[in-house]
């Protein structure tokens, strides 16, 4: 990606930003009118749901692009993104001349469908790892839970964490659960 848009350096007409540990550098909710590659440091994607401290749902390291949610989707950032190591440097970009340029590149449109898609299917294979889990907890089954809890760690830091969390509930049955006649 950093190549492509090295490439289109004119059109796209990047901006250097700098970001210090705990900046929040995208905000969820906010409008997406840029797109950021993170080219030094590290940064926290973290979700903000219905529990008062936010969820990290991944650690990101540079040479990432962030923020293509939302100039496909709904046009607002999902979730926030704060630098945990830095300093950061970011190259951000316009949604509007990234737009205009993707447009005009197969190369950097190919590149872009690609990234979405492999997002995706990362999702569902964490989605479906996490649906194991609660069907594991479920049973008791911690066996089960051990070898997904293993599978979790390099996956993925916030589901690596709910995984924690249903081990501990899946140690805490006592076998199966009784069924209301008993």
């Known amino acids: 990606m950093k190549l492509l848009l090295d490439i289109h350096h004119d059109e796209l007409a990047p901006v250097i930003r700098q970001a210090a540990s705990g900046d929040l550098v995208m905000s969820q909710g906010a409008p997406a009118d840029s797109l950021m590659l993170l080219t030094k440091g590290k940064v926290a994607i973290q979700i903000r749901l219905t529990e008062p401290e936010p969820h990290t749902l ?20 999902s979730a926030d993104v704060r630098v945990v190591e830095g300093p950061a440097e970011l190259v951000e970009v316009s949604v509007d001349n990234f737009l205009k340029t993707l447009l005009f590149d197969i ?16 999702s569902n294979e964490v989605i479906g790892l996490l649906l194991d889990g609660i069907a594991a907890s ?45």
Do not use: W
Request: glycine fraction near 12%; include cysteine; charge should be negative.
């Open 107 to 122: 190369d950097l449109a190919m590149e872009m469908l690609a990234l979405v898609s492999q997002r995706c299917m990362r």
């Open 58 to 77: 991944a650690v990101i390291e540079a040479e990432e692009l962030l923020g293509e949610m939302g100039l496909f989707g709904s046009g607002q950032h």
């Open 138 to 182: 479920e049973r008791g089954d911690t066996d089960q839970l051990n070898r997904l809890e293993s599978e979790f760690k390099p996956l993925n830091y916030c589901l690596s964490k709910a995984m924690d969390r249903l081990l501990v509930i899946g140690q805490g049955r006592s076998g199966p659960t009784p069924d209301s006649t008993g």
